[in-house]
């Protein structure tokens, strides 16, 4: 029996958050602006032994080897599609296979998974777990489906669970890539990049809950159904002034320039709060996540900081002054028990 092992990282967004879905409603309101974000997949991610079974069966674990969920489906349309509408740990990957099913001759799979990336903290393992479960079929039944034809089928697998995502999750089909992404109506366009110097960066898990569904579902309504004050904010951050942002945040990512890129994070975040968190106070106002970005200790060590995805009290990430300063503040962070990883966004020059 071929069995093989996969990995598909997390996905970072640098800059940008929000701005997937919101572009994509230009195919109804043109005068909504176009999409940009930064984005990366991190250090961290899914591993997984796969095989082809006759059943779809998921096992996954923790990195500590804490059995996180294990569950067996027969490969039946209406069994894969209910599965993936009961919000259940196990409906990511029903809602692939679904649409995997209905395009491919495909018999099932057996995933056996370790999930090293924290769970609700912004860092996209939903998307990973998609990305993964797509790649698995591909290579198990030669479907040789390219990186964006990968990321399409997960990102209709998420969709079909009711998640209210937009497409930029699924760049974590690209690995360590930074990338530079437009969403304009249905389209993504996606350019890939590489910084003159790395960038050492690290992301803090704040260990507190936070509600991507309710975030996404908040702002998707004010955003399009809304009026007043909290509908044009978040056109304006989400659009022109977003717009703004990712055109110098994409050249100082290419120069290498970090203590730009540090400065830029926490415009980009004062901009967050000012226009788009008012929009889901419950969630957004993000107490633990202002406390760690503004904490008094790690300022020497860092250029700047911001929320992480949805943002909300998931992840905060920063830039570290240097390769030093990035091991210091994993210590310090480690210190305050709160798990950290570090990111670094290499060149491809190997001499570097």
């Not at 910084?195 to 809950?209: E, H, N, Q, S």
Request: overall charge negative.
């Amino acid at each position: 029996m071929l069995t093989m092992r996969l990995f598909v990282p997390g996905r970072l967004c640098l800059f940008g958050e929000h701005s997937d879905w919101a572009g994509g409603y230009r195919r109804i309101d043109e005068s909504i602006t176009p999409g940009y974000c930064l984005a990366i997949g991190t250090d961290q991610g899914i591993t997984a032994t796969v095989s082809r079974s006759d059943d779809l069966v998921l096992r996954s674990a923790s990195v500590n080897g804490e059995i996180i969920a294990i569950q067996r489906l027969r490969m039946d349309e209406y069994e894969l599609f209910k599965t993936a509408k009961s919000g259940s740990f196990f409906s990511y990957v029903a809602g692939v296979a679904y649409y995997i099913g209905r395009n491919y001759r495909v018999d099932g799979l057996a995933i056996d998974n370790m999930i090293e990336l924290p769970i609700k903290r912004g860092l996209s393992s939903s998307a990973s777990i998609c990305v993964l479960t797509a790649r698995a079929f591909s290579e198990l039944y030669d479907l040789h489906l390219t990186r964006q034809q990968e990321m399409e089928y997960a990102y209709q697998g998420e969709i079909l669970t009711g998640s209210e995502c937009g497409r930029m999750d699924q760049i974590c089909a690209y690995g360590s890539t930074p990338v530079f992404l437009t969403f304009d109506r249905d389209r993504m366009s996606i350019d890939e990049l590489c910084p003159y110097r790395p960038i050492y960066m690290v992301i803090v898990d704040l260990c507190c809950g936070k509600n991507t569904r309710k975030i996404l579902s908040d702002l998707n309504h004010h955003f399009m159904n809304g009026n007043g004050h909290l509908r044009d904010g978040l056109r304006y951050a989400l659009g022109d002034a977003n717009k703004d942002i990712l055109a110098t945040a994409r050249q100082m990512l290419e120069q290498g320039d970090d203590a730009g890129l540090g400065n830029l994070m926490n415009e980009a975040q004062h901009l967050f709060d000012k226009y788009v968190a008012p929009a889901c106070p419950e969630e957004l106002t993000a107490t633990k996540l202002h406390e760690v970005l503004s904490y008094q200790k790690i300022q020497d060590l860092i250029y700047g900081g911001k929320g992480v995805g949805s943002q909300g009290d998931g992840c905060a990430q920063f830039i570290a002054k240097g390769c030093d300063e990035q091991e210091i503040l994993v210590n310090a962070f480690q210190s305050m028990n709160l798990p950290s990883y570090k990111l670094t966004i290499r060149t491809n020059d190997s001499s570097i």
